[in-house]
């Protein structure tokens, strides 16, 4: 059954401008992309895919960046990249499930919006990535327990960012972007 008042407020909310950044974070595969897309629609809202944009500045894809320059020097694009977000207007952001490694790239969201975490187990997780091989750090690692065990390393970074966590297990993508929708004041 529709519940029709919390309806009614989804759609108030989404029809309000984005104020600032909504970016959103977590592990890879927990859905960030199709969650941004979503609410890029709802909110008539800019959308920033920050891997895309990372490989489009670079030419060339993740998996050839890490193996040309290495991590490090993906993550410092990470850093410049959201360093560069400050002169652009509000956007929804997907942002790469690395980019809360580093302090500094949280404190900045944190200065420019809005971040929601959106979690799911490891073992959804591994049935979204399985047959991907565009993430270097799960190439040769393709399995639940090593995508638990990063997760495990991450959940602090993770959690502590978070403005806002929501689990994505069981839901679908127009729930879990409402959800959102429903917290933005
Ligand atoms: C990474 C996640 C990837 C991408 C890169 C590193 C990570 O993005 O930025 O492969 O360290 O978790 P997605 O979370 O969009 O897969």
């Given at each position: 059954?529709?519940?029709?008042?919390?309806?009614?407020?989804?759609?108030?909310?989404?029809?309000?401008?984005?104020?600032?950044?909504?970016?959103?974070?977590?592990?890879?595969?927990?859905?960030?992309?199709?969650?941004?897309?979503?609410?890029?629609?709802?909110?008539?809202?800019?959308?920033?895919?920050m891997?895309?944009?990372i490989?489009?500045a670079e030419?060339?894809?993740i998996?050839?960046i890490f193996?040309l320059h290495g991590e490090e020097y993906f993550r410092d694009l990470e850093t410049c990249f959201i360093r560069d977000?400050?002169?652009?207007?509000?956007?929804?952001?997907?942002?790469g499930?690395g980019a809360?490694i580093r302090?500094e790239n949280?404190?900045m969201?944190?200065?420019?919006?809005?971040?929601?975490?959106?979690?799911?187990?490891?073992?959804?997780?591994?049935?979204?990535?399985?047959?991907?091989?565009?993430?270097?750090?799960?190439?040769?690692?393709?399995?639940?327990?090593?995508?638990?065990?990063?997760?495990?390393?991450?959940?602090?970074?993770?959690?502590?960012?978070?403005?806002?966590?929501?689990?994505?297990?069981?839901?679908?993508?127009?729930?879990?972007?409402?959800?959102?929708?429903?917290?933005?004041?």
């Amino acid at each position: 059954m529709v519940n029709r008042k919390n309806d009614a407020s989804t759609k108030q909310a989404a029809k309000r401008k984005l104020p600032c950044h909504l970016f959103l974070i977590g592990f890879m595969g927990c859905g960030k992309s199709s969650v941004s897309e979503r609410l890029r629609k709802k909110l008539s809202a800019r959308k920033i895919e920050m891997d895309q944009a990372i490989e489009e500045a670079e030419g060339m894809p993740i998996t050839e960046i890490f193996s040309l320059h290495g991590e490090e020097y993906f993550r410092d694009l990470e850093t410049c990249f959201i360093r560069d977000l400050k002169n652009s207007p509000p956007a929804v952001i997907s942002c790469g499930g690395g980019a809360v490694i580093r302090p500094e790239n949280v404190a900045m969201m944190r200065e420019m919006g809005k971040i929601i975490l959106l979690t799911a187990s490891p073992e959804s997780i591994y049935e979204r990535v399985k047959k991907s091989s565009s993430r270097p750090l799960l190439n040769g690692n393709m399995n639940v327990d090593y995508i638990r065990s990063l997760m495990e390393a991450r959940r602090a970074r993770y959690e502590k960012a978070a403005d806002l966590t929501i689990s994505t297990d069981r839901k679908n993508i127009g729930q879990i972007a409402n959800e959102i929708i429903s917290h933005l004041t």
